[in-house]
């Protein structure tokens, strides 16, 4: 009895460990995903960003993706959920502009709430590489409202941040979304913005500004790696969202189960 009770809370646990939302109910997912391509890593230049430096962000951006997709390739592969999880080769820029063209949805707050992807572009690619569904990732320029801490803790502001968010979609052959990371769950790819809490301390003052991080500092960040992680390690920001992705929607021992 007792291994039965635990039996079932692992299960009831595992399954709701994945990230993101899946629009479709997972086992039919499983059903319907047995051929996944998994596209180069989409910059959306023309999102919105409070940025001095915006367009050099970007294209310091897009350098550092390119090919990155191949890691999330093999983690998907090494989660064995798939018949076959096959690396696209086409041109970001061109694909980004055609897939992305309607744009992104956005609450209140400025969360991303996912694209209105091109179906004939989806169709198409899905199409000529014989795929049942392809994964899209987008890294955005996004404003959102948000409340930060200062390093005590004991300080708050809210106010608009600068953030890169990446979100993520599987989608189906026929345009329809099986699966996203979007709004409060898209992740934090790059932080650009932070509350100058020392600043408004030693100055004795309540006003707290808001001030960018440099492009040199993006780049640290985007090449900053994991200590000890192999001969050439994937950077942190990319080996985290990748982890995510793939517990996402990567079907689990588990679920034939239930």
């Known amino acids: 009895m007792k291994r039965i009770l635990f039996a079932g809370l692992l299960i009831i646990f595992l399954a709701g460990c994945g990230s993101g939302t899946f629009q479709v109910p997972k086992q039919e997912y499983q059903t319907r995903v047995q051929v996944l391509g998994v596209l180069p890593l ?32 093999e983690a998907l592969k090494e989660k064995k959920g798939y018949f076959d999880v096959r690396s696209l080769a086409v041109s970001p820029e061109l694909t980004a502009l055609s897939l992305l063209s309607a744009g992104s949805s956005h609450d209140e707050f400025g969360w991303p709430l996912g694209y209105a992807f091109d179906a004939a572009t989806v169709a198409e690619i899905a199409r000529q590489n014989v795929l049942d569904a392809v994964l899209v990732v987008v890294f955005s320029g996004e404003q959102i409202e948000e409340t930060r801490r200062s390093r005590t803790k004991l300080e708050t502001l809210t106010t608009q941040f600068s953030d890169v968010r990446a979100t993520a979609a599987v989608i189906d052959r026929n345009g329809q979304v099986l699966w996203e990371l979007v709004g409060p769950e898209s992740f934090q790819a790059l932080l650009l913005q932070y509350a100058d ?38 950077p942190r920001m990319y080996k985290n969202l990748f982890a995510e992705i793939a517990s996402g929607i990567s079907p689990n021992l588990f679920d034939s189960l239930r």
């Open 197 to 234: 809490f020392d600043e408004a301390y030693y100055n004795k003052t309540d006003l707290v500004r808001v001030k960018n991080i440099t492009l040199s500092g993006v780049e640290r960040v985007l090449d900053e790696t994991p200590d000890k992680d192999g001969v050439t390690p994937l």
């Open 42 to 73: 989409l910059v959306d230049t023309n999102s919105t960003l409070n940025y001095p430096q915006r367009d050099n962000l970007f294209e310091i951006l897009a350098r550092s993706a390119n090919g990155k997709h191949e890691y999330l390739v």
